[in-house]
């Protein structure tokens, strides 16, 4: 089954109408001057004959996609303001060795390297800006074992992050990092992106499950790192490095015991702010919830209007609840925290019925992105983070952005991570709004970086975000990471254009060529 | 200036310095790497037991001075610190606030939360909490050539670039200097509660194996052997439980009744349980990882699955056996961790066989390392085992960040 293909049809409404037009930006999202940034690694022509013609010859036709109708789906992620830009061949490999063999085969022909998982990537980070072969993980998609024992799991990256938790239910074990996008995103994509998900205030995020990495790096080398190795902790480098450093081939995640006993609520309050007000307040007295999500009036009505979940209509917001632990312990912490939502004058308290209610909570929570189409045409999600206690200032800043730029803001986050999404409303046939939209995300992040906080939570940078970084690092930060970059990709070959500012990584592409 | 903490390898020709912050600690090296000078990082010296010594050391810099508190509220659950600040003060620091950072490391009133990072320290509450890397947020640490850098920041989720501070985990100050620490902190436990129940060698399999059906798991659960002077509770000649629980009274209680009901059922006798000292007691199990016994033992620490540790504890009874060394021990169920000291009765005679014995038990256990014993008994033998898979890009690593080879020389794995 193509992952990639399976997302394209969730996708295609919002994208409706784009025209594609290879090797060039299509769309007036992207950033001003781009273009002149891009180093060309490619060479039309014969060149590209040959590059099919060797990745066939190692891995044979069923591997190898090259027609150009084939390459499509593989020219975008679900980064709702990028352009398209269609790889040069999308390779299938059905084992580590034919990854190896993909990786030797483009640096002969001097092209980049891009891993794709489902292509649910939020910020472009997937997407081939300049062409070269994409290797998607489609048929690497097993858990290679299950040790229940030692609650951990080996797992190709093609595995889709919820097939885990299914595999390890009936053990009793589950694996924590939840992005909205489990049901579809691979467990290869969350590590590229350090994904995290509603369950990471309790939990943590992907770089605390992963034990060790199988990875091919640019010599078409196999590697494999361990958190229990001696010396510098790669394992931990590799996640989040979005695809730069190498192609991870093979995870070792750690499995966590399914807790005894599960609460799920939803407290109705006036406004997001006092909800936040809340989030801070239950964090404060050191009380443990698994779960502290806020949704807006905005996303409220659209999610109800889609999926009948059971959230109050009309509120201002709510605060979804998870606790959860051993018996003994939920009622005490359920009373605790219905004191904290009652002093801050919450509209109603809410406990989920039954495991089928607490089903249709989450289930409408990690799907609020996609109701957002009753309401819009399209929408462009933001991923910022705020110290806790900044999420009202945060709250009323954006909100008073969207205001200046005449756009409808939408908010479902990770309010006890301080992990802010607002999703910008637009349409995307309005110049106005596209431009506005994009100014407008730029200023929420810098204002989240003035907060004190930082321009991505879970989501990565990618391409989009790309020329912001510089906001929240100095040259000598970035010129660090670019060390590390040396070392595992000195050629750039992985995955370019991608996290790094354009005017450092030329710089870096120059040095290290030379 | 004096030494600021007893070293082995330090020697007449090394010089000290103790840095009064991050600028003047990265001048220091600077100098050192434009001078060609060697130099070697120093918390409080707990763990310098781990790694090689250094092949040289002109200049020992101490971190102890960079202790301050930087940021700190509550609230938000994070911290930033000096990486000399002591384990004993951040812990004190939090805990006025109901806080905690779960990080096991002996000698918490010296060790700082620097030197645990950079000697990649883990313990026996890694099974429940993940390792003291999980929760760093962010670093700035002081490059070989001085340059300050920074990655991460104080927000508990974080995907903007490398995770370059990571790699300072476990880097034993051969990839630059940790300078400031910013991590999450959690809400303490409500209480907590040590137990410990003698095993007879003929219960231990079929206690284990009830234990690790409990439904409310011990936030540790190790099986000792010896350590009689360190380690609280008696285990006759065969070992004793010892098991840390965290949590609310109710949990802690239930956990305790499952407890004593499941080792009743195994056959094993009696079950002590402390409560007023029970933190105190936790952390003289966290001490005697590394305490030595004068000049005379050598303890090893093998990594593996928690599924066979309590193989890899019979293997090394055996080679106790082999050698007619006596043995203390520490198999912990819940992460997998084996220690093992050995002890003779003097110098000469550990010293003489420490080289088979290490060799012996490598053959044997994979990942063996050795984390103290006196200069004396462990003479040169390579605190490492083989390299990791990975170590072509340690290397690689090494190079891009200290290409004079300033920074502690030889003391990492395959000599870097």
Known sequence: MDGAAECAPLLRGRRGGRRLDRGRFTSDLAFPGEEEHIPRFRHFGTMLQGLADDLIDVLGPDAVKTAPADLVVYGYDADTAQAEHLPDAVVIPRDVREVCATVRIAKKHGLPIVPRGAGTGLCGGTIPVQGGVVVTFNRMNRILELDVRNRRARVQPGLINLDLSLAGGPHGLFYAPDPSSQKASTIGGNVATNAGGPHCLSYGTTTNHVLGIEFVDDDGEVVRTSIDDPGYDLTGALVGSEGTLGIVTAIDVRLMRSPEAVRVFVAAFETVEVASEVVSAIIGAGIVATALEIIDKVMIDAIEAHYHAGYPVGAGAVLLVEIAGYAEEMNANEAAIAEIVRSHGALSWTAARDPAQREALWAARKGAAGAVGRISPNYYIQDACVPRTRLPDALRAIEEIARDHRLIVGNVFHAGDGNLHPLLMFDRREARQVQAVLDAGTEILRTCIEMGGTISGEHGIGYEKRETLSLCYSADDLATMGRVRDVLDPARRFNPNKIFPSGAMCGEVKTSLA | ?416
């Open chain 2, 1 to 416: 200036m004096k030494a600021v903490v007893e070293v082995p390898f330090t020697n007449a020709g090394t010089s000290w310095a103790v840095p009064e912050d991050a600028q003047a600690l990265a001048a220091e090296l600077r100098r050192c790497d434009a001078d060609g000078r060697k130099a070697v990082l120093f918390g409080g010296g707990t763990l310098q037991g781990l790694g090689n010594p250094p092949r040289a050391c002109d200049l020992a810099i101490s971190t102890t001075k960079l202790n301050a508190l930087i940021e700190y509220d509550p609230r938000d659950l994070t911290i930033a610190v000096g990486a000399g600040m002591t384990l004993r003060t951040l812990a004190n620091t939090l805990g006025k606030h109901g806080q905690f950072v779960p990080i096991d490391a002996p000698h918490p009133e010296r060790a700082t939360i620097g030197g645990t990072l950079a000697a990649g320290w883990i313990g026996p509450r890694r099974a429940r909490y993940g390792r003291p890397r999980d929760y760093l947020i962010g670093t700035t640490v002081a490059l070989a050539d001085g340059t300050l850098s920074s990655a991460g920041g104080m927000v508990v989720k974080n995907v903007t670039g490398y995770d370059v501070g990571k790699l300072f985990v476990g880097s034993l100050g051969t990839l630059g200097a940790l300078v400031r620490i910013n991590l999450k902190a959690l809400p303490a436990p409500q209480t907590n509660r040590v137990a410990i129940a003698s095993l007879p060698e003929a219960t231990r399999e079929r206690a284990l194996e009830h234990l690790s059906t409990l439904a409310v798991e011990p936030t540790c659960l190790l099986f000792v052997r010896g350590f009689s002077r360190e380690i609280d509770g008696t285990d006759g000649l065969e070992g004793r439980l010892f098991l840390y629980y965290e949590g609310t009274q109710a949990v802690v209680d239930r956990a305790t009744r499952e407890l004593r009901s499941a080792l009743g059922a195994a056959g094993v006798p009696e079950t002590t349980i402390l409560d007023q000292n029970a933190a105190r007691s936790y952390q003289r199990l966290i001490d005697a990882y590394t305490s030595t016994v004068g000049q005379r033992s050598l303890t090893l620490r093998s990594h593996g699955l928690p599924g066979d540790v309590l193989v890899r504890f019979i293997t090394i009874e055996s080679i106790a056996r082999e050698y007619k060394l006596s043995l203390d021990a520490i198999a912990d169920v819940g992460t997998g961790d084996l220690i093992a000291r050995f002890v003779s009765r003097d110098t000469e005679t550990i010293s003489y066989l420490a080289p088979p014995l290490v060799e012996a038990a490598r053959e044997r256990l994979s990942g063996l390392t050795i984390i103290a014993g006196d200069p004396a008994v462990r003479g040169s033998i390579d605190t490492w085992d083989a390299p990791p898979p990975s170590i072509g890009k340690l290397r690689a690593l090494k190079e891009r960040f200290d290409p004079r080879g300033t920074l502690a020389p030889g003391r990492l794995v395959g000599g870097i």
